[in-house]
């Protein structure tokens, strides 16, 4: 169990540069949200749904991560910082990472009656900040989530997907390498130690893309004024 738990820090470790040693991995958000979690769904799985509930609200007091007694999580999951929401029937792969504000959230049966409402999460997935991954689809192993992503549909093994709503890019994912920081990069040479100029870069080119949108309207709104004139 003490290997387990340490391959498990070693995972984050290798995942995130900033902590120098396992003992700072230790007071990671992320890492106390899922232990609450391995406590709260078992008492799930035991029909102690009150007993499970309170574990799940104090670990949403101490952490700002909120995630369903019911939802089923695979090894090595990491949550990088909070704000993060996972419904009660995601089902979450192994080697799973999650950036802040992340919502895993699922339909609204005008029913009530209840059923498989949140998304599946395969192996090896990445998901940026601030995506949202919603309904009961299925995002393939490998497939990255860039940030601010809305996703409603089944995502591909392997795919990058960006937008609103989310589309997948024209360039693969397994041309980023192993790990992905923060979503989807706007170049193919992608390198980790320049993370934030490459977010940077990304609302530069966002930036430029609506400009010449206003610009085009505005150019097109005056011609028609001239024709009509």
């Known amino acids: 169990m003490l290997q387990g738990f340490v391959a498990y820090l070693d995972s984050i470790k290798a995942r995130d540069p900033a902590p120098r040693t396992r003992w700072e991995i230790l007071l ?23 007993m499970a509930r309170l574990i799940n609200h104090i670990s949403r007091f101490l952490t700002a991560i ?30 799973v990472t999650i950036y802040q504000h992340v919502t895993l959230g699922g339909t609204n049966p005008a029913d009530g009656i209840p059923g498989k409402r949140h998304p599946s999460i395969g192996d090896e997935v990445i998901i940026g900040s601030g995506a949202q991954v919603l309904g009961p689809i299925t995002v393939g192993p490998g497939a990255r989530i860039g940030a601010n992503a809305v996703v409603t549909r089944d995502v591909p093994e392997g795919a990058t997907m960006v937008g609103i709503p989310a589309r997948p890019t024209l360039i693969g994912a397994e041309h980023y390498g192993d790990f992905v920081p923060y979503g989807t990069p706007c170049s193919e040479i992608f390198d980790p130690a320049n993370q934030k100029l490459e977010l940077l870069q990304c609302e530069v080119e966002q930036l430029r893309r609506r400009l010449a949108e206003l610009l085009e309207q505005r150019d097109g709104g005056k011609r028609k004024e001239r024709d009509r004139a």
Request: hydrophobic residues 50%; charged residues 15%.
């Open 28 to 50: 990671y958000p992320g890492v106390w949200a899922l232990g609450f979690h391995r406590l709260a769904h078992w008492l799930f799985r035991g029909d102690l749904f009150f």
């Open 66 to 95: 909120d995630i369903h007694p019911g939802a089923t999580i695979g090894r090595f999951f990491f949550i990088d910082h909070g704000f993060v929401v996972i419904g009660e029937t995601a089902n979450i792969g192994d080697n």
